[in-house]
């Protein structure tokens, strides 16, 4: 078998990554929708052609690695690689990447990467190239169909599902609640200006906007995740009727399965009560080189 290696060598490389993501995950527990953050990064001044490696066996790609980062943080990519190719790729795609990610020419020195708790194998594998796990968030959710309550008329309640995600609202609705800093704000920016998100949702109560919800719906799975969610304590006794209204949405929408950060949840709100049950973690790691 005569495996050839190259990197990166134009705009094209990103469709066979996406498709070749896709095809690797599909079976994957809850795994999101493919960020625009290969895309994005391609147009920084830190993309540099080494940090994206793809491997061939003949004209088939069997496998690729990639990695973006900002200074000296990388979000370092697994080595994706097909099943019977892992023995003899995995390992050379993950050198080539990381070996220049640490490289003086790059200068990577703070690694990241999150999987979801299910995935063992990919954690296993970066916890023996000497990453640690740092942080599990728990995400509950819930597969369709659901009981789902029909939406009545509230008095002063209305609401309106978007196509666009705005992010200025999500971020004045967070700023009323005072808990992020600027530099959150600017990380979260920069974040979910990598997310395709499918649609919002935004509520009112007496013409104010007191929840604003983000969702992306991987459409080959028909996975959603409620992404991006701000809400001000007006909205606490509505939480019920919005996440009806999200549910009602992804059934119109094909969606099959519906996750959320349990942390978004309001404390007061039971999460049964929403037909959430615990379903995976995100499982965040990191690694300091030098």
């Not at 097909?82 to 023995?87: I, N």
């Not at 003086?104 to 990467?113: I, M, N, S, T, V």
């Not at 309640?157 to 530099?183: P, R």
Request: hydrophobic share 35%; proline share 4%; with cysteine.
């Amino acid at each position: 078998m005569t495996i050839d290696y190259r990197f990166y060598e134009s705009p094209t490389d990103l469709d066979l990554q996406f498709d070749f993501w896709n095809k690797m995950t599909e079976s994957l527990p809850y795994a999101w929708k493919a960020t625009l953050s290969p895309k994005l990064f391609e147009q920084q001044s830190e993309f540099n052609e080494k940090s994206r490696c793809f491997a061939f066996n003949g004209d088939q790609l069997v496998g690729y690695m990639s990695f973006s980062g900002k200074g000296e943080f990388v979000s370092l990519g697994y080595p994706w690689v097909l099943p019977e190719y892992e023995d003899t790729v995995r390992d050379e795609l993950f050198e080539r990447v990381y070996q220049f990610a640490v490289s003086e020419e790059y200068g990577g020195k703070l690694f990241a990467q999150r999987f979801r708790g299910q995935w063992s194998k990919q954690i296993d594998y970066f916890l023996s190239k000497g990453f640690n796990i740092t942080n599990r968030t728990q995400i509950v959710g819930a597969y369709y169909p659901l009981l789902i309550k029909t939406i009545q008329s509230i008095p002063g309640f209305s609401y309106e599902i978007k196509d666009q995600f705005q992010f200025n609202v999500w971020k004045d609705l967070k700023m009323k609640q005072q808990i992020l800093t600027n530099e959150q704000v600017a990380m979260m920016s920069e974040y979910y200006s990598s997310i395709e998100f499918d649609y919002a949702v935004e509520c009112k109560k007496e013409n104010q906007v007191i929840a604003y919800f983000g969702m992306t719906i991987r459409p080959d799975t028909g996975y959603s995740e409620i992404l991006a969610v701000a809400y001000t304590d007006a909205a606490i006794p509505y939480f019920y009727d919005i996440m009806s209204i999200i549910h009602n949405e992804n059934i119109n929408r094909k969606v099959t399965a519906v996750t959320i950060t349990k942390s978004q949840i309001p404390k007061s709100v039971l999460q049964e009560k929403l037909g959430f049950t615990p379903l995976t973690e995100d499982v965040m790691m990191h690694k300091r080189q030098g």
